[in-house]
């Protein structure tokens, strides 16, 4: 598949990112000769961050190309992408030469504020033509909207929409066309509102930074407006809260109904807060900071599976069947090493071995029919046991693998020797004992006929291995 | 320390709580009879999720009693917080009565609206009533908004400000005094904007919700508008930001001039659109989800030591001297076990308990001085191996302690043997060959002489216990 990006600054970057990580090739049209300089800046934050974020490996990275002309960018494109200035007349006769060689294709504007109807007025095709505006950073952040006119083509939508889903993004179908979509006018509400309180001299730009990420910028990363004021409502629900904040509406609160004078002592102010408040950091270093950050957010909601959470497990989801499935004789599981797991030493922490092996004996669990099924129905291998042999060092973004080699196994016992490989080299081996239990009795017992049926053959088949020299080790045993 | 709460809804309890569990006594005054039911359910919800973002042990919890007058809750009390309805002339009730037992009391409101000069109004001691501005949930998020007027004592408010940062907050000093003070006025744009939206049928309250915890949301969890529209003007900085976004201002986006009619039709619309998005879950539920989400946030920025993490980190340094230093006779560490450690057996993942064995060995290390400075200087022992034997099973919100028995130790040497507990009962047996390095060279070489100088008389101390029955077991080996 290619995608067309047409405009290469911080936005175009982060699209080409996403498109690039999940396979596609990439043609990048923009006249600017910093556009590749800027394009690879962005990606190399991408290739950093948005890989820790699949529990499936992500495709080869597609090809990135830089066309010389327009025409050359969309010819051959299964979806173009549109990033340029916030001109109408630029976007226009950038559409009219894009169309004018690919007529059909799907053609996504990044645009925060013009509606989908003025972007088609006099295209060739306005019906391939819509909003699908991101937010940056484009390559973590998966909301995208996706705003159609009535001249739009609803089935070009859906299929837009699937492609978005399958780069990872959340596309929220916009229903009714309107200047600045949904998300920008809240942004711009807020910035007005901003804008006063500098202006005023009642807050610094650091002290309204901190007035959002201490206190309600953290509710609305996991939870909107409403749902968080549904639970402020408490029990007696959101009429409830309504009915108490709904008089407040109507105190002359905020100043919104003004726009500040926008002169060169304002952003003087702002500019000058902003670097007392951030300048300690480069902009290189705010990204990465941030990038972090996000990662780690959006760690924690896939682990709840909630909010954007849901996106990337359904996104893993969507791509483990076009994963070969593992068999017992190859690595069972492929990790890469997040920014959490690094302890002070720079090296991968060493709870984080046990638990790239934990993440080996599940995979062979669920290989044999011990899967979450299988534990709602009350049983379950439990590890009575584990010896950790240290044999090299993981560091930030090393991609490891885990493989298996059944050591023995009866009808309640498990004994596995794993190994944890950096580019085919062991950073570590982890001998295992398992036990199947009964978790309501809290004892062992055997394990299901079927279980046993899949287990037997693979303790077979891996009896003809060698037997590591390092299994039956006891810590600080000499090496024989 | 005692505190007095007065008004004992959903913000009351969520002071109440911030109190309690970091040790004060609190006196609660409300005459509602449903009080004491909200204050434990809140204080339930509490328990579960603020112990969980300290690594400091926190102080035994302090005690929690109802008033059944106001001059009860207020007599002896060190501090007094206000949370009573939004009516100016109930509060300026209550604070005559409250300073007419106490009137040198700091007095904190946790008004969203009012002013603190309004507040004071005919007061017997204006000077010692202020704004304190809390968040919900009051025991999670860190921001409170501490707005004195130029009637306030400052020294008293400079030792309010250490109170609450004693609690784990951030006080936000908001400097000049403003209706609904700073992030109220945001929250109150964007409600105005999310009303009119809703009302227009462009978005419903779930579309609203996505388009803010899908994209910026997240972002402002970490940083705010000033510092993220920082990143977004590149390296070409904030003045060419704001001169890129300056002219949208002047764009009719927004319909913020015109408050929208507040009516039983929008209420039902909104209460209905409220209800098909998140019925399905329980208030209940939902606050256990936003808790579990918010703890892991924290927890991310906590281990990055950024933003609200900075705040939790320097609580923990405030209370480390508070807390009796570790000996190596005793436990070395303290761990609670947290809602992303459980596995889907419901029991703590295997991985944590090596990592509660490492937080154990590490505290031993600090102990004899190869700290974050030793590893600075490039030395650092490092894990060779290590035996794991799991005797029980730790669940959530279990309290753990890792102690620790030298077995051996020499040079270059250090051979232990941990033991998790929950109440006194060993749940898991670490043995560990700890090597001392250079890291530069990669190589094992003797510790440094002041390093031995503490180990070697642990572990001469230690010679006399008895060794572990366990201690040089392999996997598998039969219980002799």
Chains 1, 2 share one sequence.
């Not at 490996?57 to 916030?86: H, R």
């Not at 007025?121 to 909207?145: T, W």
Request: proline share 6%.
């Amino acid at each position: 598949m290619k995608a067309a990006i047409i405009g290469g600054g911080v936005i175009g970057g982060g699209w080409a990112a996403r498109f690039l990580l999940n396979g596609w090739d990439v043609a990048v049209f923009d006249p600017d000769p910093a556009a590749p300089r800027k394009i690879n800046a962005v990606l190399d934050n991408a290739r950093l961050s948005l890989p820790a974020l699949s529990d499936v490996p992500l495709p080869a990275m597609g090809q990135l190309s830089y066309a010389t002309t327009l025409t050359e960018a969309v010819t051959g494109a299964d979806y173009i992408q549109e990033s340029v200035s916030e001109r109408l007349d630029l976007k226009h006769r950038v559409y009219a030469e894009i169309q004018h060689a690919a007529p059909d294709t799907p053609l996504g504007s990044s645009t925060s504020g013009y509606k989908p109807s003025q972007l088609q007025e006099g295209a060739i095709n306005p019906a391939a033509i819509f909003v699908a505006h991101p937010f940056n950073p484009v390559y973590l952040l998966p909301l995208v909207e996706v705003v159609p006119s009535p001249a739009s083509d609803m089935t070009l939508i859906e299929t837009v929409k699937d492609t978005l889903r399958s780069l990872g993004m959340f596309p929220l179908h916009v229903r009714k066309e309107i200047d600045a979509h949904i998300a920008d006018r809240f942004l711009e509400a807020v910035w007005r509102e901003a804008l006063w309180l500098v202006k005023d001299g009642i807050a610094t730009t650091e002290e309204i930074d901190e007035a959002i990420r201490m206190g309600f910028g953290l509710r609305w990363g996991q939870m909107g407006l409403f749902e968080t004021y549904r639970i402020a409502g408490g029990e007696a629900g959101m009429k409830h809260f309504l009915e108490q904040f709904g008089p407040c509406l109507t105190w002359p609160w905020t100043r919104l109904m003004d726009v500040p004078d926008f002169n060169e002592d304002l952003v003087d102010l702002i500019a000058g807060q902003s670097d007392a408040q951030s300048g300690h950091h480069s902009i290189r270093d705010l990204e990465r900071i941030r990038d972090g950050n996000l990662v780690g957010f959006l760690r924690v909601l896939k682990d709840r599976d909630w909010g954007a959470g849901q996106v990337l497990n359904a996104h893993d989801a969507l791509r483990r069947d076009t994963v070969k499935a593992p068999d017992a004789d190859g690595p069972l599981v492929n990790l890469q090493v997040l920014p959490s797991w690094i302890d002070y030493n720079g090296h991968m922490t060493e709870s984080r071995y046990l638990f790239a092996g934990s993440e080996t004996s599940d995979a062979l669990l669920r290989l044999i029919g011990a899967d979450m099924d299988y534990v709602a129905g009350g049983h379950s291998y439990y590890t009575a046991e584990t010896h950790i042999l240290h044999l090299g060092e993981a560091k930030l973004g090393d991609h490891l693998t885990g493989s298996v080699q059944v050591l023995e196994a009866d009808e309640k016992r498990l004994h596995v020797f794993i190994t944890i490989a950096k580019d085919g080299t062991p950073v570590a081996t982890l001998e295992q004992m398992l036990l199947h239990v009964d978790m309501a009795a809290g004892k062992t017992c055997p394990a299901a006929p079927d279980i046993l049926a899949r287990l037997l053959p693979i303790r077979d088949a891996h009896a003809s291995l060698p037997r590591p020299a390092s299994a039956g080790r006891h810590v600080g045993q000499r090496k024989t």
